[in-house]
């Protein structure tokens, strides 16, 4: 059982967003950093409770490949015709709006 069972998890993600001064002006966008809320196992006979496991990195690791995939890999956001990227879709408006990237890479 989870330390707080029914609780929801809170979680911080990092995205670094490289720049460049031409067009695209986002080149890259790379999941930094995942963190989260303690993922501890517990178990209890009678009134004694003990932590079984800690899977908190588990999850963070997990969380930040899939993550990282989804921004980099994995198209799935209808965009102008298209399916892009979350990469993909930070370039096609970059490129279509020059003026909005030179704020984004400020």
């Given at each position: 059982?989870?330390?707080?069972?029914?609780?929801?998890?809170?979680?911080?993600?990092?995205?670094?967003?490289?720049?460049?001064?031409?067009?695209?002006?986002?080149?890259?966008?790379?999941?930094?950093?995942?963190?989260?809320?303690?993922?501890?196992?517990?178990?209890?006979?009678?009134?004694?409770?003990?932590?079984?496991?800690?899977?908190?990195?588990?999850?963070?690791?997990?969380?930040?490949?899939?993550?990282?995939?989804?921004?980099?890999?994995?198209?799935f956001i209808p965009f102008d015709?298209?399916?892009?990227?979350?990469?993909?879709?930070?370039?096609?408006?970059?490129?279509?709006?020059?003026?909005?990237?030179?704020?984004?890479?400020?």
């Open positions: 059982m989870c330390s707080d069972s029914g609780q929801n998890k809170n979680f911080d993600v990092e995205v670094t967003i490289q720049c460049q001064p031409q067009v695209p002006y986002l080149s890259t966008a790379t999941v930094a950093v995942v963190n989260t809320d303690d993922f501890v196992l517990t178990e209890s006979i009678g009134a004694i409770k003990f932590k079984v496991d800690d899977l908190t990195s588990a999850v963070q690791n997990t969380a930040k490949s899939l993550l990282t995939h989804l921004f980099e890999a994995h198209a015709g298209k399916t892009l990227t979350v990469v993909g879709l930070f370039e096609t408006v970059a490129e279509a709006q020059t003026k909005g990237a030179a704020v984004l890479c400020a």
